[in-house]
């Protein structure tokens, strides 16, 4: 079986998304090959991937030969709902469905979907601090404090991310990780992370989260991702990403064939549990890698570290 991976910026060379883009394709591709599958994808002249058995510069080449595909971009501007519908045609995709990825693309139509939750909350409308991000904006990208095009309360709180799996039904978390963000005056900034999470209280209702997101999303299937402020022990849920997200190198790293069978044969309601730390940062971020972790993969503008 071939398994044709597309990511975006690897595909176009957008240096703004080709750091953590390369990282998560990579990782993925080497999932595969490590248990079993066939590898293609596309690059740009400019961009050199590894882990591929083919790198084709043609994607209607890339789909003539695969028997199922995964695709990895951002979802603003409709940029994943369009291509996931584009290749939809000519292949099974696997991952969220286009009105799955309507919906978390659009921060409002995802505030709708999660109103009154039962395992978690949602920011405040109004609020004495707030923060602004733009309604369809993937990652850190336009956020800022103050208010804008999409304003919520701006939570207190420790930042995390979940790593799930799903077939619309039963769901696998494959990581529980800390966020490393950071202010530059008022704009945030992302700056990696760190899997597995020690904060005890996400731990023990992280697949809770998980099962509720899907439940109100239909649709929401494949690999995606849910960014979390913990608030002491309560959980602010900030947005779902229907897409891989960054915490993908470490869960590849650690459990590569778990990944595969969650996305594959589907998920079983696990939560995977890792025996080794990982943390992951962007160049000129590394003040934040613990002393005594080791580098494991550098892919050039994120590297990976194992303690």
């Known amino acids: 079986m071939r398994v044709y991976i597309y990511e975006y910026a690897v595909a176009t060379g957008d240096e703004e998304f080709l750091a953590e883009g390369r ?9 595969f090959v490590k248990s079993g599958y066939e590898t293609l994808t596309v690059a740009h002249p400019s961009v050199g991937v590894r882990w591929a058995d083919e790198v084709l510069r043609d994607e209607t080449q890339a789909l003539e030969c695969a028997d199922l ?26 991952g969220p469905t286009p009105k799955a990825i309507r919906v978390a693309a659009d921060k409002r139509k995802t505030e709708d979907a999660l109103r009154d939750a039962r395992s978690f909350q949602l920011p405040a409308r109004e609020a004495d601090v707030m923060v602004s991000k733009p309604a ?24 995390h991310s ?31 992370g760190r899997t597995p999470s020690d904060h005890r209280e ?11 997101v899907v439940e109100r999303i239909p649709g929401l299937v494949g690999l995606f991702g849910v960014d979390l402020v913990m608030k002491g022990e309560e959980p602010y849920l900030i947005e779902v990403n229907p897409r ?23 998920p079983t309601g ?14 000129g971020a590394e003040a934040l890698v613990p002393e005594k ?15």
Do not use: W
């Not at 077939?167 to 530059?184: H, K, R, S, Y």
């Open 162 to 192: 979940l790593l799930c799996a799903s077939d619309g039904e039963t769901v696998d978390v494959l990581g529980i990780n800390d966020q490393f963000v950071a202010f530059a005056g008022r704009e945030l900034a992302y700056l990696g």
């Open 244 to 266: 891989p997200t960054t915490p993908t190198v470490a869960a590849a790293l650690e459990h590569p064939e778990a990944v595969v069978r969650s996305l594959l044969e589907g």
């Open 270 to 283: 696990k939560v995977l549990r890792y025996r080794r730390e990982y943390v992951y940062v962007k160049c």
């Open 293 to 307: 972790f080791e580098i494991v993969e550098d892919f050039h503008g994120l590297r990976v570290y194992r303690g």
């Open 23 to 31: 990282a998560m394709l990579e990782s993925l591709l080497r999932a």
């Open 136 to 159: 369809d904006g993937a990652g850190s990208e336009g956020v800022r404090i103050g208010r804008g095009e999409f304003s919520r309360e701006l939570i207190p709180g420790s930042h």
């Open 69 to 94: 595909t995964l695709v990895i971009a951002p979802e603003s501007d409709g940029l994943l709902e369009s291509k996931v519908r584009e290749y939809s045609r000519e292949t099974e995709v696997i």
């Open 202 to 212: 996400l731990t023990r209702i992280a697949r809770d989260i998980a099962e509720e």
